[in-house]
């Protein structure tokens, strides 16, 4: 392969060519990655220099190079039964649910695995169906899987997998659905029959209407991973359109909606989130099963410590207190605009408290406005160093934005100022797994179910991304096991 520079100036270019075809965006810390993946392109098609590729991928004859190279930077990791809570929910709460609703319609179940890779998800989906889900009495069901990457769809349709990938297989479902030859399991007919795979682009705009509408279920889980914020924020509202009134979507573990839709009721079902689809006529709430929170007084993080800023007088700490609570349950309703006329007037003022800055900044989150939820957090930690909250939510300010360096140095931050943070630590669990730092990761998730068997007054739900501390605590145990199981 030859050696060659890829300059900043050209990394840029190609980054941003990638990220508006197929969203997945590089960060500058994996410059050299694709400096890699198009070396080996470049050399397949004659080329020696970027700026010549670049005009290949850029023009009308580019469309199959560009897949060639997609096929090269995607990561296609899946396995069946991946995320066993997800799959929980949707045979014993999701599709009684909606069988239910449909039992008079007579119509078939439609279900969409987006970003379905090399199959084992729709194939999961397809055997518990085949296995009829208990004693449920099933219309016709239409099982559609796409992906953006020809050579996962082309394997999808083979259906023969190694061990790895039926790792998570219960036993009676191997044995009945798989005939392993030498060491690899080959997926009945009868199950491979039952879904459709095709290919299809979650960056193309409009959807076609016509077969990408009316879903009952949309499972897109690990895709948007790789996006931007504002790509991810286009595909999910692209999901909720093309969802029928009453339709679910099930998204990956660390891909809450929190700050990325406001669209859709949050439903906590057993150890694990769904997002629905209300009916005509309702609005989108959060359904999340809550544990009682302890008596007594509510802290924050940061109470007690903001010297500077929270000069006030008793009858002022307890009217930004009592605009504080009410901002926090519009936020917790989902409606970060009312919380965020609320704080204005208090905001003006130059002597504007530590808890009322947070609150702005985690609106600004709430609503995308990253830039601004980042500038108001240097403005929190300016004026109060010690302000854990700023570091805190700075952390998930720069986590959402797909910065992981950043958010991981925030994060340490915070615990070097309180040890016992469990967000901070469930947050570095999730950031070091990205990153494939699977031994910090499983250390930090151990962290955060011990420091959680005693939960702290100051234990915020909203903070935690809707997460009860027992959620966190199962969530936290399921992923030591599955980074054991996959390592
Ligand atoms: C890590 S796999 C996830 C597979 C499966 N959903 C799961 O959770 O196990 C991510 C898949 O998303 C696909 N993908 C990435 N960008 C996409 C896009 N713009 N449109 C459709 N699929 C995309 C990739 O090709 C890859 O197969």
Redesign the pocket.
Known sequence: MVELELSDTEFKSFRDLIAER???YFEPSKQDLLRTNLLQRMEDCGLSNFADYFQLLSSPAGTKEFDHLLNLI??????FF?DQAQFDAFEHSIIPEILKSESDSGSSLRIW?????TG??PYTIALLVAAGMGSVKYPSVHILA????SV?LEAARRGVYGPRSVRDVPKEYLNRFFSKKKDKYHLDESIKKMVEFSY????TEPYPLLEMSGWDII?C???TI?FQHESTKKVIHNFYQSLRPGGYLFA?YSESLRYLSDEFTTVQVGGTFVYKKEPRGKSPKRKVRRTRRKRGRQRTPASGRSRRLEVLSDQRVDETQQICTRAKELLELGKPEQAGDLLAPYLKKSTASESVLLLQAEIFLNQGNLEKAVQLCERIINYEPLSVAGYYLLGLVYRTWKKEGKAIEEFKRVLYLNSEHALARFNLGDLYSEVGKRDEARIEYANVVRLLKEVPESFDERLAGGFSPTLLIDTCLSRIKELSESG
Do not use: K, Q
């Open positions: 197929a969203g997945i995607i990561i296609p990791e899946t396995y991946r695995s987006a970003g379905c890779s084992e998800e796409t992906d953006v990457s996962a299809f682009n979650l960056m499972f889980r690990n895709v790789y990956g």
